[in-house]
């Protein structure tokens, strides 16, 4: 395309945007480490990210509540729960060997604060 003028006028200008599930899934992923109904700013590390497909990823949560459980779960663009888990500690391992690679969103739950990570499997 060649263009003879400093800016779009007329048919060149227009709107873009996301649609659809991935404006929802983006939407989700913008929260990323920050805890819901709470100002303390509750966090987890999600790492290696990304992640070969097959490997391990850890969550490590900050300010962990010992009195409730972890709960993970691992959801995929269309917000369909790939995986789940629920464990009694700040510190889990998750296998990716059942999962396709792809862009997820995960979800960690620990008491009142939930937590939202993005994760990409290769």
Partial sequence: MTCNRPAPQGWEVFNWGVAGAAARTMAAAKTTTVAEGNAKGVAASVYPNPIAKGNTFSIRVDKYDATQPVQITVLDINMKVVA??????GMLNIPTTNIASGFYIVVITNGRNTITNKIVIQ
């Fill in 84 to 89: 789940a888990y629920k464990a009694s500690a």
